[in-house]
């Protein structure tokens, strides 16, 4: 799941959130939708679907909330990093 906060000071509605997944096989983008997120809360999501990489294969992989409407800071709606797959 991801966890995505709102730092603003309305309830927001219908946040998309977008997970990406760059393996050397190919590039998975899968959605998810989160309903109503009043202010200052922090909200899971379950974003699932994904092909695992190769094993000790590290991937980049980026997350994406919003924007939503109005909204005056996008700055902080991406996270980027990367996974290593593993048993």
């Known amino acids: 799941s991801v966890a995505v906060t709102n730092g603003g000071e309305v309830a927001e509605t219908g946040v998309p959130v977008e997970v990406v997944l ?3 096989a190919e590039r998975q983008a ?3 939708e989160i309903g ?3 202010p200052g ?3 899971a999501v379950e974003v699932s679907g994904f ?7 590290s991937a980049a992989v980026s997350v994406e909330a919003g924007p939503v409407e ?3 800071n996008a700055d902080n709606n991406v ?3 990367t996974v290593t797959f593993g048993i």
């Open 22 to 24: 760059n393996t050397r």
């Open 30 to 32: 899968r959605s998810a």
């Open 36 to 38: 109503r997120m009043d």
């Open 41 to 43: 809360a922090t909200v």
């Open 51 to 57: 092909r695992p990489g190769e094993l000790d294969e």
């Open 70 to 72: 109005y909204e005056q």
């Open 79 to 81: 996270l980027s990093g």
